[in-house]
């Protein structure tokens, strides 16, 4: 069998020669086993299905997963009651994160030995032991949604020598106030709102480290830093992509179960390639704060012609939209449906990007205050206004400028 150590010495070599481990916490990837942390039973993605896989089918298999450096590990689903026959599972509910993404992250906290730390999320309790090899045991809290999540995650870190850690079976969104405040807070589930509970729980000068996204797009890294007066503010320094924190989660949705009366749709057409509302990264973020609960699937044509359908969707107003493309043309059928006309809204929202000179993700300002979460694209000269366009403080309606 494989000797966990040299796999997990070759991960570690791996990870500093992509840049993504920073010298400080290599010693703390060194020292933990990460296949410690591994269930025994993972799943992998077979079409639209989760399908178990155990250890003991392929131990050499399972050990070299569990030390794959750019390889996240689905350890439950559908929160622990797989949906489908012999364990299928419909939705991913838990993971291991990639190590490379992990690495990352622990590198954007910039924490130093001493400093308290809360983690939203324990997962495996991998991330949570790396922190507690860093810091010491003793100034690390964890808070776990899922019961027996949180149960294996006690297990693991006792057998590794890291039980003095704090494990929490709790909501996440609130913190843990008992031993607050804390330094940094870390959360390793994406949200949408910044729970005002971990700015209120991290002391001035401290940070809050959290994935973030909207429907439209799960992908961003938020690092925020907490002013004397209470509030945080911040900007995107990354693109990671996690599951949602359960509280903010996402429901599942199909196209099929939203697309409905497709004779009834109002048809245009538009010479914007959906590829570009889409595929770039930046406009996509942008999209995905000027227009609120929109989300898009790709569908693409059973042949080899190329063609493929874009569908964005918003189930609570019940509207649709799909782009048709074909390829070596300039001009593309849109079909919409509903009180939203979600094309429309989509359009206008990459028209006033490309108009505000295609800012990058990095550049939007968040704000998070008790009274809500505000984004914004900062004027750039005394003259110009800023553009507001994830305005929580209005109940999440968008300010766009006319």
């Not at 031993?179 to 994406?190: F, G, Q, V």
């Not at 300002?365 to 979460?373: R, S, Y």
Request: charged share 20%; aromatic share 8%.
């Amino acid at each position: 069998m494989t000797d966990p150590a040299l796999l997990r010495s070759r991960m570690i070599d791996e990870l500093t020669a992509g840049g993504f481990l920073d010298p400080g916490w290599r010693e703390a990837f060194l020292a933990v086993p990460r296949h410690a942390f591994i269930p025994d039973v993972v799943w992998q993605e077979q079409r639209r299905d989760l399908v178990p896989f155990h250890r003991a089918e392929d131990p050499d298999r399972w050990l070299r997963q569990a030390y794959a450096p750019h390889q996240a590990l689905i350890t439950q689903v559908d929160d622990g009651y797989p949906v489908g026959p012999g364990l299928i599972g419909d939705r991913i509910s838990s993971s291991a994160s990639q190590p490379n993404v992990v690495a990352l992250m622990l590198a954007a906290l910039e924490v130093t030995p001493g400093m308290r730390v809360c983690e939203i999320g324990t997962g495996t309790g991998y991330n949570t032991a790396l922190l507690a090899q860093h810091l010491g045991a003793d100034h690390v809290t964890t808070i776990e949604v899922d019961a027996a999540v949180a149960t294996q995650a006690r297990r693991a870190l006792s057998a590794t020598g890291y039980g003095a850690v704090t494990v929490i079976t709790g909501d996440g969104a609130h913190g843990y106030p008992p031993h607050a405040p804390y330094d940094r807070i870390l959360s390793t589930a994406a949200v949408q709102q910044v729970p005002s509970a971990w700015v209120a729980q991290t002391r001035p000068g401290g940070r809050v480290l959290t994935p973030w996204g909207t429907p439209y797009l799960n992908g961003a890294l938020l690092s925020l830093t907490v002013g004397e007066d209470g509030t945080a503010r911040g900007h995107l320094v990354d693109n990671v992509a996690f599951m949602w924190l359960r509280d903010q989660r996402i429901p599942l949705i199909w196209v099929r179960d939203c697309v409905y009366d497709e004779n009834k749709a109002m048809v245009s057409h538009t010479d914007i390639h959906p590829g570009r509302v889409t595929d770039d990264y930046h406009a996509a973020l942008a999209i995905g704060l000027m227009v609120p609960g929109c989300e898009y699937r790709l569908c693409r044509a059973q042949d080899d012609s190329g063609e493929y359908t874009m569908w964005f969707l918003h189930p609570p107003s019940r509207s649709w939209a799909s782009i048709g493309y074909i390829p070596n043309t300039d001009t593309y059928e849109v079909n919409q449906l509903g009180p939203r006309h979600l094309w429309d809204e989509v359009e206008t929202a990459y028209t006033r990007w490309v108009q505000a000179g295609s800012p990058t993700a990095d550049q939007w300002q968040f704000t998070i205050t008790p009274g809500g979460q505000r984004v914004e694209l900062p004027a750039t000269t005394p003259q110009e206004e800023c553009l507001i366009v994830g305005d929580a403080f209005d109940d999440g309606k968008a300010a766009l400028p006319a």
